[in-house]
Every structure is written in C-alpha cells, then in structure tokens.
C-alpha cells in the first residue's frame, strides 16, 4: 500500500496528516514488522544489532519487545524494505497495536463501518477534518446510526465511545474505511473479526460455519431468532434472511455481545437486538416469544445461578442439579419459544446420559419437548475431542399429544468420515437434515443401522433415560455384511498382488563401488533462475473448491479441505498437473506431483507448491530428490518440537533433462508401489475392523 498523500489538500487535511502521527499509538511486534517488509523474525533482529537507527521500544517486554508503527514504517520505508503492504495487513497491524487492546479497536472499527454502509455521505464530510476534529464529531453520527440499528434500550451492548476514546483510533478507521471501499463493509468486519479471533483462540469458544448451518436449517425460516449464549455471532449469521426478521442476541461479555450486534448489522437487514447481561440470571428478553432459539451455552459450568433461583418459572421440567447447567440452558430456550417454536443447542454428549440430569431428561420426553438427538462426528465444533450433541426440542401445544417416538442420530455413521473432514461435512449434514426433516413430517423414519432410529419414548424411560445415540441405534452390519466383506477381502488380495509386483527391483553397482560426488543446486536457486516457481498456500478461494492439505499430501489421498472466502490480496493459488506439493512443518520428509485428478484444487495452508518449468526440469526429479531424509534435516529449522522446512534450501543435483529420466522413472516407480501399499493397508484395516465387529456382534458365525 503506497501511503496516503495528504499534502495535496487543503489546511483541514493537512492538519489530519499531522495529527495523525501525533495521535497514532500502534505498537507492533517483531512478528508484525517481519510481515510488513515480508521477512522472517530473524531478519528484524538483525536490522535491531546492525542499525543504530532502528526505532527504540516503546512497550511491551525485554523478549517481546513492541515498537511504533509509525516510527516503523518510516524507518521500513527509508531502507528500502517496504515497497508494497496490503492494505489489509496494515489495517491488521494498527488493530492488534491498538492501545486500548484489539478488542476495543475492533468495536470501534465495527461502529465506523456501520457509520460508511448506512451513511457513507456522513463518513466522507467527517473523513475530510482533522484527527481531532473527527474525534469529537463521531460520536454524535455513531449515536444516531447505532441508535437507528440497536434501539434505545438502557441496557443495549454497542456503547458509543466518547471523543477521546475514539481518538487514537482515528488514523485505524481511516484505513478501515479504506479497506470497506475495496472488499465492503461486511467483508472487512468479517476479516479482522476472523483473523482477531484466530489470533486469541483461548479467549473464544467459536461454532464453526458447518455446525451453526446445519442448526439454523434444522429450525428453519423464523421471523424472531433468539440466541440467549451468542457468542460472537456465528448461529445467528448462519440464520436465513426473511423480510420483518428480528435477530436477538445475549451474552454475558459485553465485549462479545456488542461484536454480535455489530457483526449481525453488517451482514443484514433484520431488527438486531443484543444485550450484554447473564441470561440465566437477568434475561433481557423474558417478555418475548421467539419462533427458533439457537443456543451454543458454556459446558460444564458450575456457577451459573443454582442457588439463586431454584424457584424460577422457567424450570417446567425440573430444577437443574447444579451440574446440569446445560439443562437449565435447555429450559432456558423453551420457556422463551412461542407455542410450537423449535429450540436448537449444541450439547456436550454427557448430557444426554448424567444420571443427575435423568429425571429432567425423562419429563421433556414424556411431555414431547425433545424431539431429537444428533451425535455429530468427533471434531466437528470445539472441543475438537468429543462428538457433540445437536438436540432439538419444540415448546409442547396446549392439549397436543405428545410424540411417541424420539429422533436418534449418529452422525458419523453416516458417512465414514470425521467433523474435520471438511469436504465430506455437507454430505453429512445434508443426510441429518433429511432425516430430520422426514421425522419432522411423518412422526417416524426407518431405521439405519448404526446412523438413526425413531426409537419408541417408552423404551427410552428406563432407569438411565440415556439418550446417547450410539447405544440405542441397531448395529451396522459388520463391514456392510458378509457381501461387502467378500468384495473388501477381494480387493485387498488384487492390492497385495499390484504391490507385490510394484516391488523395486535391486539397486546399486558392484560392492565397493561409489558414485562421484554430484554438483548440487538448490530450489531457491532454481526459482531466481527461473526453472521453477514457488507459490506458498493459502486455502482462500472460490467457495466450494476442494482444498489440497498436508494431510492429502502426507497420505496419499483426494483433495479434502474446503476453501475459505480470501481477499484480492489473498488470491487462490490453485494447483497443476506437473506441480510438487511439499508440507513445510511437521518434519517428515514428503513431496507429491499434482495429476490430473488432483489439479485445480486450491493449495491449502502450511504448503509450498513447486511449479517447474517442464523444459528444464521434470516434476518426478524434482519430487523424488525433495522427499531425502537428509535433504529434510538439512533444510529444516527446529523450534522445541515442532520442525519448519525452509523449502528454498531443499538441494537436488546439476543435471540436464536427458539425464534426469532415469531418476524420474524410478522415482514413479516408488510412488505408484506405495501408493498400492497405502490401498492394501485401509483395505486390510476395513476387514480386519468388519470381522471383529461381526464376530462380537453375532452376524458372523466363528468359522
């Protein structure tokens, strides 16, 4: 990003050039200096020994010290070292400097944004003045812009900054503003609200875009939505638009409750609503109806009011043990429906079998309030470790009977794939919804073994009243039945015969003898010469484009990632046929020539892509000499555990293109003989893990 001339105007805006320097307070680590100029960390502390005049510390500690950016920048720029920043990441940068903390900048830069999308004339008229003077005029057009979105109410959570609040983040919503002319407003909240919570993972307990789709389906079109635990908004963004919609949000931490409201203005129409207040102690919403209540609570919280109100209207179906906070959450989200509304949480599988929460379990079944329980795979939403539980319940009718059967899902039997499968997770949801939906119509749908049962409320009214899923699902037949395992038996018998042909032949010369030494080049060599170029991944592109990740690479399998929404200055690297994939942490040594079957995928994060040019260099040379062990160790650089391959110092012998086939030649030889392994070994896997389940299950006889 070139910088801003302001020079060129009149005295106002030559007073915001100055004040801006004078009032900028962002401070940047090393790491954001060495993305600024496109360095390692170890290049700044470099420039921080050899020059004098690198800017002093103005914060933060002696091993992580923070400086100005602005004192950055201009010493950046007078060596020569910072030639182009995206506007993104300068914007970035301001906002993790920010002196009152990200997220204090990030309300503040959400505030603007609403200000440039409702009022874009107002921005441009206050964007023309002085620091100082867009200080004190902001607050009064973000009062009324905000005031016209959020309402009036004492206790609504966007809190309008006062001036000198807002002060030092006026050179920040310049750049913010900026940035919203080239990607939009609700594209620019989106990235920095993304990348601030990739920044602080511990801080957010985040639902992912795939679950909160699939609970918002699951509740379908409502006019009023009420999220009681909102988070910073992924469940009520994932609701579908109507016209008169009215989005309700809730959350203990104000920071999180006005980030919703921010967020749920930018991305649509609808009424906002959010409060920033303990919903379980002082509802903000106890006088309305909602049509859906999508709820994500917090697990296993012990203080969350059991004292307090053990005798508070809401606890229809029991009072809540104390720990059973997430049925409190459950009656919390029935009491606020309308008659026939539906209530969505995502639940911690314990819930579902707690002997303490058994007598509250079995009362919403006998009264029809639970509808259904979905196991999700392992992996799907955080914790990544458990395969949460979607339940879905309805607020009973007035003198309806209630159902007789209870929906069970597992998820995981759906497909044979896991919640981090990205590109396996809509076929999964896809299939839940059907079921649901077919339930939801008909009152029952035909079992699937080892995936769903509409199973009968009295059987579930035993001692336990345990709604698991996988325990009360009829099992699948071992391996698909003793058919399926005769064709998996096949299959791997015609692997280890392509493997045991695909063998490599003998190598070497006579004993004793060695090979010269060999002139050696390197891949950074190679790409200031020309012969090939290095492309880094991203995983941004179109959206439904599969993702080639280093798991694929390291295993030999199809594409499985999905790509995520990326900016102009984050364009798709998509791969082609010839291309060398190389994972470059982790430590193991791996390379994988892209074919057809695999081009067009976009690249995912943590690769490196290695486009030669086909003339001077083949792909299986290069591949083969990448995948050394020793070339590995040379080339990587250890930090505590973990190994990062510096790709540019990957080494492969000076030789012309005549003589590169032969290596080429073997080297296809050894990848199609392993990948022949890697079949034999899930084949072999599947029937081992068939047999033993229908021995034990009895639908294999023992002979």
């Not at 950016?69 to 720029?77: C, P």
């Not at 484009?545 to 295993?555: A, F, Q």
């Not at 012998?653 to 030889?669: I, M, V």
């Amino acid at each position: 990003m070139k910088p801003r001339d302001d020079t060129a105007d009149a005295t106002d805006t030559a007073g915001a050039t100055g004040a801006a320097d004078a009032t900028d307070a962002t401070e940047v680590t090393a790491a954001g200096i060495a993305r600024l100029a496109g360095v390692g960390r170890a290049a700044v502390s470099n420039w921080r020994r050899r020059h004098a005049d690198f800017p002093k510390p103005v914060g933060g500690t002696e091993t992580s010290p923070a400086f100005a950016l602005t004192d950055v920048e201009r010493w950046l720029r007078a060596q020569g070292k910072l030639v182009e920043v995206p506007l993104r990441e300068r914007v970035w940068q301001r906002l993790a400097g920010h002196p009152a903390g990200p997220g204090t900048a990030l309300l503040h830069a959400g505030c603007a944004l609403l200000l440039v999308r409702d009022r874009p004339t107002a921005w441009l008229a206050i964007g023309a003045v002085s620091d100082e003077r867009m200080a004190q005029l902001l607050p009064g057009e973000l009062d009324d812009v905000v005031t016209l979105r959020f309402g009036v109410r004492r206790k609504r959570a966007v809190r309008i900054p006062e001036a000198a609040e807002l002060l030092p983040s006026v050179p920040l919503l310049r750049d913010v503003a900026e940035l919203a002319a080239e990607l939009g407003a609700r594209r620019t909240y989106e990235f920095l609200l993304g990348r601030h919570t990739e920044a602080n993972p511990r801080q957010y307990t985040l639902t992912p875009a795939g679950p909160a789709e699939l609970m918002a389906r699951i509740a379908g079109p409502a006019r009023t939505v009420l999220d009681p635990a909102c988070g910073t908004g992924a469940l009520l963004k994932a609701v579908a638009s109507r016209p008169d919609q009215y989005l309700y949000g809730q959350d203990s931490a104000p920071d999180l409750a006005a980030l919703t409201a921010l967020r749920l203005a930018l991305n649509s129409d609808a009424t906002v609503r959010s409060m920033a207040c303990d919903t379980l102690r002082a509802d903000s919403y106890e006088e309305r109806g909602a049509d859906a209540v999508l709820c994500h609570p917090p697990f296993n919280e012990r203080n969350w009011g059991h004292d307090e109100l053990a005798y508070d209207a809401r606890w229809e179906y029991g009072f809540p043990a104390r720990a059973e906070s997430e049925l409190a959450w459950v009656q919390h989200a029935l009491a606020r429906l309308v008659d026939g509304g539906t209530a969505v949480l995502l639940m911690p599988p314990a819930a579902a079998s707690r002997r303490s929460g058994r007598r509250i379990r079995a009362d919403l079944l006998r009264r029809g309030a639970l509808r259904a329980v979905i196991a999700l795979p392992a992996g799907a939403a955080p914790p990544y470790n458990l395969p949460l539980h979607v339940w879905v319940l309805r607020r009973p009718v007035a003198g309806a009977q209630p159902a007789p059967e209870l929906l069970l899902v597992e998820a995981a039997g759906l497909l044979a794939a896991d919640g981090r499968d990205k590109q396996l997770w809509p076929a999964v949801q896809d299939s839940a919804l059907g079921l649901w939906h077919d339930f939801d119509r008909h009152g029952t749908v035909e079992a699937r073994p080892g995936a769903a049962r509409a199973v009968p409320v009295l059987e579930l009214l035993d001692d336990e009243v345990d709604l698991s899923p996988a325990r009360r699902l009829p099992p699948p037949a071992a391996g698909g039945g003793s058919a399926e395992l005769a064709t998996v038996r096949e299959g791997l018998g015609d692997a280890l015969r392509r493997a045991a042909d695909l063998t490599p032949r003998a190598v070497g010369g006579e004993p004793g003898t060695e090979s010269a030494p060999r002139p050696l080049t390197t891949v950074g060599e190679l790409a200031r010469a020309g012969a090939l170029a290095l492309h880094t991944g991203t995983g941004s592109g179109p959206a439904g484009v599969p993702v080639l990740t280093d798991h694929d690479v390291l295993t030999g399998t199809a594409p499985s990632g999905t790509a995520h929404d990326g900016t102009a200055d984050e364009p798709a690297v998509r791969t082609e046929p010839g291309d060398v994939v190389v994972p470059v942490f982790g430590g193991g040594a791996a390379a994988r020539v892209v074919d057809e079957a695999t081009a067009g995928a976009v690249l995912g994060r943590g690769l490196a892509l290695l486009r030669p040019d086909q003339d001077a260099l083949d792909p299986w040379f290069l591949a083969g000499f990448l995948r050394g062990t020793a070339n590995h160790r040379q080339a990587s650089s250890y930090a505590s555990t973990s190994a990062r391959l510096d790709v540019r110092r990957l080494q492969l012998p000076r030789l012309p293109l005549a003589g590169q086939r032969g290596y080429s030649e073997r080297f296809r030889e050894l990848a199609a003989f392993e990948d022949s392994l890697r079949l034999a070994g899930r084949l072999g896997e599947r029937l081992v893990r068939g047999l033993h389940d229908g021995l034990t299950d009895g639908t294999l006889p023992p002979r």
